[in-house]
């Protein structure tokens, strides 16, 4: 029989459940520091919101050819921001803890910003950087929880998941409205510059 003498017996476990039942799901097994935990999970509601609102102002702005597809992918992260808010929310819930949803200073305890954007393509860009904050800022909440609240840490895991989804999809539009403009200034570019040369070759 393997040797489970690094769990805790059950009679410890049934004696310390019943102790402190009005912390509900937070257990004396609670590794983590509690209060840094409902810090970090806040500052994540306010980026998701500010994500949401950012996202949602691009939805309704975006114009022009081809705008259409942009705008419901816009709305469709808006809508999956506020997914991750509220999940956040619900496990600052359980840890005890009240989620700060206040309008003052959410823009301060957000870590992406919120930036409207002239054109399509700023939007899409801005949308980019917003999202590679959160991926960057997720990751290091993965990392400062490691093993001491599983349950956070998983949560985070599958929202970062979503992150670096929406990432990619920022990354592909940015790319497709990026390219044509680009390609074309080059090659107008190019063209001024061959037919310089050639003008200067046929110059005895
Ligand atoms: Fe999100
Ligand atoms: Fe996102």
Same mark, same amino acid.
């Given at each position: 029989m393997a040797d489970s003498g690094f769990l805790t017996d059950v009679k410890t476990l049934r004696e310390r459940a019943r102790q402190h039942l009005e912390r509900g799901a937070v257990t004396e097994g609670y590794l983590a520091n509690r209060e840094v935990v409902l810090k970090l999970l806040n500052e994540a509601i306010a980026t998701e919101i500010v994500c949401v609102l950012r996202y949602r102002r691009h939805y309704f702005m975006a114009s022009g050819i081809n705008a259409q597809?942009?705008?419901?992918?816009?709305?469709q992260h808006a809508n999956e921001e506020q997914g991750h808010a509220d999940q956040i929310a619900a496990r600052i819930v359980q840890l005890g803890g009240a989620p700060n949803l206040s309008p003052d200073g959410m823009l301060s305890r957000s870590h992406s910003e919120y930036v409207e954007g002239e054109s399509l393509t700023d939007m899409i860009r801005e949308n980019l950087v917003a999202e590679r904050i959160a991926i960057d800022s997720y990751r290091e909440m993965i990392q400062y929880l490691g093993n001491d609240d599983p349950t956070s840490r998983g949560m985070l895991e599958e929202i970062l998941a979503v992150e670096e989804e929406h990432a990619e999809d920022m990354a592909t539009l940015l790319d497709r409205h990026e390219q044509?403009?680009?390609?074309?200034?080059? =090659?107008?570019?190019?063209?001024? *510059?061959? =037919?310089?040369?050639?003008?200067? *070759?046929?110059?005895?």
């Amino acid at each position: 029989m393997a040797d489970s003498g690094f769990l805790t017996d059950v009679k410890t476990l049934r004696e310390r459940a019943r102790q402190h039942l009005e912390r509900g799901a937070v257990t004396e097994g609670y590794l983590a520091n509690r209060e840094v935990v409902l810090k970090l999970l806040n500052e994540a509601i306010a980026t998701e919101i500010v994500c949401v609102l950012r996202y949602r102002r691009h939805y309704f702005m975006a114009s022009g050819i081809n705008a259409q597809a942009v705008a419901d992918e816009f709305l469709q992260h808006a809508n999956e921001e506020q997914g991750h808010a509220d999940q956040i929310a619900a496990r600052i819930v359980q840890l005890g803890g009240a989620p700060n949803l206040s309008p003052d200073g959410m823009l301060s305890r957000s870590h992406s910003e919120y930036v409207e954007g002239e054109s399509l393509t700023d939007m899409i860009r801005e949308n980019l950087v917003a999202e590679r904050i959160a991926i960057d800022s997720y990751r290091e909440m993965i990392q400062y929880l490691g093993n001491d609240d599983p349950t956070s840490r998983g949560m985070l895991e599958e929202i970062l998941a979503v992150e670096e989804e929406h990432a990619e999809d920022m990354a592909t539009l940015l790319d497709r409205h990026e390219q044509p403009r680009y390609a074309g200034s080059v =090659s107008l570019q190019q063209t001024a *510059e061959e =037919s310089f040369t050639k003008q200067k *070759e046929k110059t005895p």
